[in-house]
C-alpha cells in the first residue's frame, strides 16, 4: 500500500513538473501598442506604467522612446511630413518585428499624419501581428501647460516652429482602439484602461 501510494505522489510531481513545462514552452502572443497625441499628452508616462505591471505579470515587453528612436535610428531626419513619415514607417517596423516574436512593444510616439499609421497598422495585418491604436487625447491647452520639454514655450517665443497640434497637423485618430483622457484620470487609471484592453483582446 505506501509503496502504491509512493507511485502515485510520483506520477502527481511527474504532471506537475510537465504542466510548469508546458506552460513555460507556450509562445507568448506579442503585440504592437501604438500610443498617439500631442507633445506632453502622457504616452510615454502611461507607456512606463504599463510596462511596469506587464513586466511584473512575466511579460516581454520594449517602450520605443520616440526621443531614442530620433537619436538612435532616425539620426539625420528632421520634421517635414516626408521626414515624419519615413520616422514613422521606421519605428513601425521594428515593432512589428518584436510583436511577431513575442513582445509587447509600446509605440508613445506623436505620429500625426492618419496616412502614416494606418501604413503601420496595414504592415502588422500583413504579417498577422496584433496592433492597438490608442489616443492619448489630452487637450493642447493642458499640454501646453504641462510643457514636459519646453517646446511649447519655445514655440511661442519664436525660437522653434512645427510643433504638432499648435504650427503643424496633428489628425487625431477617428476610431481608435482607445482613447485616454488622461487629464481627467491619473496615470496609474490610464494605464489600467490599456491594461483591460489588452486582457480582453488576449494579449495580456
Not at 114 to 141: C, F, I, M, N, W
Not at 159 to 187: A, N
Request: glycine share 8%; aromatic share 4%; with cysteine.
Amino acid at each position: 500500500m505506501a509503496e502504491l501510494q509512493q507511485i502515485r505522489v510520483t506520477l502527481q510531481g511527474t504532471e506537475d513538473v510537465r504542466d510548469i513545462a508546458e506552460a513555460q514552452e507556450k509562445p507568448m502572443t506579442g503585440a504592437t501598442v501604438w500610443l498617439t497625441g500631442l507633445p506632453s499628452a502622457g504616452k510615454t508616462t502611461i507607456a512606463y506604467a504599463l510596462a511596469e505591471r506587464l513586466r511584473g505579470e512575466g511579460r516581454r515587453v520594449e517602450v520605443l522612446d520616440g526621443d531614442e528612436i530620433r537619436e538612435f535610428l532616425s539620426a539625420g531626419l528632421g520634421f517635414t511630413r516626408a521626414d515624419r513619415h519615413t520616422n514613422v514607417q521606421r519605428i513601425g517596423f521594428v515593432a512589428e518585428l518584436l510583436a511577431s516574436n513575442g513582445v509587447t512593444a509600446l509605440v508613445p510616439v506623436i505620429a500625426p499624419y492618419a496616412d502614416s499609421r494606418e501604413a503601420v497598422r496595414k504592415r502588422h495585418q500583413t504579417e498577422g501581428s496584433a496592433y492597438l491604436e490608442v489616443h492619448v487625447a489630452t487637450p493642447v491647452e493642458v499640454c501646453s501647460e504641462r510643457d514636459v520639454k519646453g517646446l511649447y514655450a519655445k514655440q511661442a517665443a519664436g525660437e522653434i516652429s512645427g510643433l504638432t497640434g499648435v504650427d503643424d497637423p496633428y489628425e487625431q485618430p477617428e476610431s481608435p482602439d482607445l482613447r485616454i483622457e488622461s487629464h481627467t484620470q491619473t496615470v496609474q487609471e490610464s494605464a489600467a484602461a490599456l491594461h483591460e484592453l489588452l486582457v480582453e483582446r488576449g494579449l495580456a
